[in-house]
């Protein structure tokens, strides 16, 4: 595909980063992406009037950064922002009511099973096996 | 007829033959797989000529739909 | 831009006593922030000792006294005062936007309702829309709700805003939540009967005043009329019934609302003495967005963020000369951001909250019944693009709707820590940014904060406000500090009767 070449190292910008911010330009740019020896080569073609196809590529450059940088951010921060998106959505959902409860299939054949294992006794799960027959006791 | 070579450790199969089922009414598109790459070969149907899209064009939107599919199904989409 | 010059020039190795900071340059000072809002200056060379790990005891003391030394902090007191300020996610949308119709009898050069014309009555919301609306507003997690009517013109579809009143009235009956209700209108089809209704079930007015008439008529056409006089005349008539009422007047007035375009930049105390004179306590001084109409026409009223600026310091510069002069006035976005820095309080102001309010903080309902995270998501619908929408009140369960994944993304776009540029911004604990802006402006949620417009405001604002306080002038901080207070305006809440 013809257009301006940009050379995205994967030291600097893994392939999440390439992929979201390719993502966001596909409205704006033809992009089309190759492998190279450092990384990803993104081909960019501009779909807009008055926008260059290195104008595009550079727009790609600097959302790639930025998306490589959140990605960092996001991998150091990730127990805090889960528990406040959790927690948010967590809130303003609510608890089910009444009329979802209902929508649950919970028949005889579903009422009984334990996915979880929380049906079990700790003992059960985690306490010592008793030896098999012919065994000694552990 | 443009040859577009999509790596597989860049693309997504089942994201390219969606794209490629998507771009089937403006152009006829031959599908191989060769050296860790699905190939395929655009070529404009004379209905989508007639209505005045470029080769080049229906390619590159092709390309994009592949490439949108794939980062949809390996979930990195924002 | 980051000033480069204050980084530190040797290896840091941080006092393990002392909180992470951000810092950024204010005058010849340096601001710095912890994680928790508490802000400090510091000279240039107290942050290369900060930096260095060389904390002497007059800057440890002062450090200390701000709330940066860990080892003086009382864990239990900072849970509960994050827990406080993050209260608002443990319930749903307080605020529901309603637009009644789209038809509108204003033509205005910003506009970002997506107006429609008057004959374009398939614009207008159905009273059974209406009831569902309600019905789906009131499954809300949040204790309290605010209904308000926007358009187009919402009074154009008066009929459905007394039904829908009505009815909210009567079901609340059952739910028993904190209700309110509010209007935004140009008030130009307001009558005395309208006006009564209006007044009788408390419903709180808002319009907008682009400053002295020319600027406004030119801003704001109105076809065989004149917009700034209907604007005004009303004004003056509802702010006379509250005081007849016996409510007292700095609390209950009309509030009104500027739109600042690159007319308006040229008369920022033209435009202060205008809301004075109308007997605004309050200017909110909003600079235009890329949303609706004003993408179309965004080359004839939009400007570079410095002319912004330049204008909001001349403005709030006016308004504090006011306030020494006795005049008790306030600019909205000033005391938004210093109700968080001063009185370390959440404002709960949707738009400079974090996370955002969109979605989980307020929902925005179409006169079709498609249910949108904000008023700005069903705008960016009315322009084509609908991934803003996350349901319908004819099909969609309340709990659908805020388990869907667009709410989780933009919770997630808008969570300022983990975003690049905000994560060593020193603001970040005041500050906000809408994802459904960035996402319109640059095409993505997250934004990338350097080339956001609306980053540029708001660091704008902050910039001129710590200036301020690094002043140290008495009755400038005093002025300050009473616009973090809040009043409460019982009057307009709906009294209930739970089951």
């Known amino acids: ?138 | 007829m443009i040859e577009l070579r999509f790596e597989e450790t860049l693309y997504d199969g089942f994201a390219i033959d969606e794209a490629a089922k998507t771009f089937e009414p403006f152009a006829t598109i031959d599908r191989e797989r060769e050296g860790g790459a699905f190939i395929l070969r655009v070529t404009l149907a004379e209905s989508a000529a007639a209505d005045g899209h470029a080769e080049a064009d229906v390619a590159a939107e092709l390309a994009n739909h592949a490439l949108g599919k794939t980062i949809e199904r390996r979930g990195a989409a924002p | 831009m980051t000033d480069t010059s204050l980084a530190p020039r040797v290896a840091s190795r941080p006092d393990a006593d002392i909180l992470p900071i951000r810092y950024r340059r204010v005058g010849a000072d340096v601001l710095i922030t912890s994680p928790f809002g508490d802000w400090a200056f510091v000279s240039p060379a107290e942050l290369g000792s900060l930096a260095r790990g060389a904390v002497d005891e007059p800057l440890r003391e002062k450090l200390r006294a701000r709330g940066f030394v860990k080892s003086a902090l009382d864990p239990a007191a900072l849970r509960e005062r994050v827990a406080r300020k993050k209260r608002f996610l443990s319930y749903g949308p307080n605020l529901h936007i309603v637009v009644v119709t789209l038809r509108c009898n204003e033509t205005c050069v910003y506009c970002h309702a997506s107006r429609a014309d008057m004959t374009a009555t398939h614009t207008d919301m159905t009273p059974e829309l209406a009831e569902k609306t309600v019905d789906f507003i009131l499954q809300s997690t949040s204790p309290s709700v605010t209904i308000e009517f926007q358009g187009g013109e919402p009074l154009v579809n008066f009929p459905v805003v007394k039904h829908l009143i009505e009815y909210a009235l009567e079901r609340n009956r059952a739910y028993g939540k904190g209700l309110e209700f509010t209007m935004v209108t140009n008030l130009a089809l307001m009558d005395d009967e309208k006006l009564a209704y209006l007044i009788d079930k408390k419903v709180q007015i808002c319009t907008s005043i682009d400053g002295p008439e020319p600027i406004h008529n030119k801003q704001r056409i109105l076809a065989g009329g004149n917009a700034h006089r209907a604007a005004c005349q009303w004004i003056e008539k509802i702010n006379k019934a509250y005081e007849a009422m016996g409510l007292d007047p700095t609390l209950y007035h009309v509030e009104a609302l500027l739109t600042t375009t690159r007319e308006a930049l040229r008369y920022p105390r033209e435009i202060v003495d205008t809301y004075v004179s109308l007997g605004c306590r309050a200017i909110f001084l909003r600079p235009v967005d890329p949303f609706g109409f004003a993408d179309k026409t965004h080359k004839a009223i939009e400007y570079d963020r410095a002319q912004y600026h330049a204008f909001y310091r001349a403005a709030v510069d006016h308004i504090i000369d006011l306030n020494k002069k006795g005049t008790q006035v306030l600019e909205r976005y000033a005391a938004i951001f210093l109700t968080k820095i001063l009185a370390d309080e959440e404002p709960n102001f949707l738009d400079i909250r974090n996370p955002s309010g969109s979605g989980i903080g307020a929902l925005a309902y179409n006169y079709d019944g498609r249910i949108f995270t904000s008023d700005e998501g069903r705008m960016i619908h009315e322009m084509g693009d609908s991934c803003f929408q996350i349901g319908d009140v004819r099909t969609t369960r309340y709990r659908d709707a805020m388990r869907h994944e667009t709410v989780r993304a933009l919770v997630l776009a808008s969570h300022r820590e983990s975003q690049p540029d905000c994560a060593t911004c020193a603001y970040v604990p005041y500050c906000g940014v809408q994802p459904e802006h960035s996402y319109l402006s640059q095409g993505t949620l997250f934004g990338r904060m350097r080339e956001s417009s609306l980053c540029n405001v708001h660091k704008g604002i902050q910039d001129y406000l710590f200036e301020q306080l690094r002043t140290g002038d008495k009755e400038t901080l005093e002025i300050l500090e009473r616009w973090t207070t809040v009043r409460e305006r019982s009057h307009f809440l709906q009294a209930s009767a739970a089951s």
């Open chain 1, 1 to 138: 595909m013809q257009g301006a070449r940009l050379e995205l190292v994967r030291e600097l910008y893994p392939l999440d980063a390439v992929y979201l911010a390719a993502y966001t330009s596909l409205d704006r740019a033809w992009v089309f992406l190759e492998s190279s020896p450092a990384g990803v080569v993104a081909t960019v073609r501009s779909k807009r009037d008055g926008v260059s196809d290195d104008a595009a590529a550079g727009q790609l450059g600097n959302e790639a950064l930025a998306q490589a940088y959140r990605l960092h951010l996001a991998r150091g921060g990730r127990r805090v922002i889960e528990a406040i998106a959790t927690r948010a959505v967590a809130g303003a959902a609510g608890p089910p009511g009444l009329d979802e409860l209902l929508d649950m299939e919970i028949g005889e054949a579903t009422a009984f099973d334990d996915p979880l294992g929380i049906a079990m006794s700790w003992e059960e799960k985690y306490g010592k096996k008793p030896a098999k027959k012919g065994e000694e006791e552990p």
